[in-house]
């Protein structure tokens, strides 16, 4: 995805009139801070898209030029760069300097390590119960986000730079949640910036529980117990609502809406269908799969693996939820070559 730092602005008379340019030309629409092709090289500027062009400069638009295109613009306007403001060098902001640093560790990152295939890692990290390539090529890969672009985008950062080092179970949900939410083709920034922060807080109501509860297996929880265990999601909500955070409405979705499940079994609200955000689903279920793994909803320990397996031939166990909508599902049994695995345990 193209980002501000990709462009330098220019004016309608930079233009200079002419209808043909060997550059693209893109348009900013400021409302949704996106950058969109409005003319490809060596296309005409008819007639029509002119007025249209106007119409987008009268409602607040900008003209952009990729940077990487700044000579074929310079050569083909007769311009010095000089004459253009927004090619100016400006002192970058200490943000920016550490997001051009980022993209560059990044780079090296994967030039050293090569194509990441979530699917294997996933499958490694389980077998050895080492997430921490997970959680180190997350960290690296959000680091890169522009911090412009949303507040949330922002939490995610400062909470990436703060937290996603070590290999603790929360990071554990917090990197698998973002590489899942990326193979069910979630690639938007904001969506996961909203993964990473609904990750990171959708437990914050665990706080206003008393300890010995957050210890007892969910299973075990008297059904009083059960009712106010289940009120974390409310208290999450509360507890941001009163912090005044500036999230999203859709990561304080997932905060809220993690335990609703598809066929409406789920709380707080007994959310049913579409009408539960695909991003609450990612969180929840891949939390619910760390969950079951560590003993918190039975008090048995079972590996990843073998959950998958169960979700996959759902083979019903008490408190193992696979009710996740069919996209989500899929993807969820899927994350671990299970035929391979079967093949390993005849052999
Ligand atoms: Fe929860």
């Known amino acids: ?114 194509a990441f295939s979530f699917q294997s890692e996933f499958e490694i990290a389980c077998e050895t119960d080492n997430f921490e390539k997970i959680i180190e090529f997350t960290r690296i890969e959000i680091l890169t986000f522009s911090v412009t672009q949303s507040h949330t985008i922002s939490l995610a950062l400062h909470l990436t730079k703060s937290h996603l080092h070590t290999d603790n179970y929360l990071n554990r949900i917090v990197a698998t949640s973002y590489l899942f939410a990326k193979t069910a083709n979630i690639l938007d920034p904001v969506a996961l910036a909203d993964i990473i922060c609904g990750a990171y807080l959708s437990h914050i109501g665990y706080t206003q529980l008393p300890l010995t509860m957050l210890k007892t297996p969910v299973l075990s929880l008297g059904e009083k117990e059960k009712r106010l265990f289940e009120k974390h999601t409310i208290l999450g909500n509360h507890l941001i609502k009163k912090s005044q955070l500036d999230l999203s409405e859709r990561c304080k979705k997932i905060i809220l809406d993690h335990h609703e499940r598809i066929n409406g079994n789920g709380y707080p609200s007994m959310k049913h269908g579409e009408s539960i955000e695909t991003l609450s689903l990612i969180v929840g279920s891949i939390a619910h799969l760390f969950e079951f793994s560590s003993g918190k909803i039975n008090g048995n320990k079972q590996p990843i693996k073998s959950i998958i397996i169960n979700m996959k031939n759902k083979t019903f166990s008490p408190g193992l939820e696979f009710d996740f909508g069919d996209k989500v599902y899929n993807s969820l049994v899927t994350l671990i070559n299970t035929d391979k695995i079967e093949v390993k345990k005849v052999a």
């Open 1 to 114: 995805m193209k980002t501000e730092y990709d462009f330098f602005m220019i004016e309608r008379d930079h233009l200079k009139g002419k209808n043909i340019f060997p550059f693209q030309v893109y348009v900013f629409n400021p409302l949704h801070k996106k950058y969109s092709m409005f003319l490809n090289g060596n296309r005409p500027l008819t007639k029509e898209l002119d007025i249209f062009l106007e119409f987008l400069l009268s409602r607040g638009g900008k003209i952009a030029v990729l940077k990487k295109q700044r000579r074929t613009f310079l050569t083909a306007q007769d311009f010095h760069e000089s004459e253009i403001p927004s090619l100016k060098s400006r002192e970058l902001h200490e943000l920016e300097k550490e997001r051009i640093m980022n993209l560059k560790l990044k780079e090296m990152y994967d030039d050293k390590n090569g």
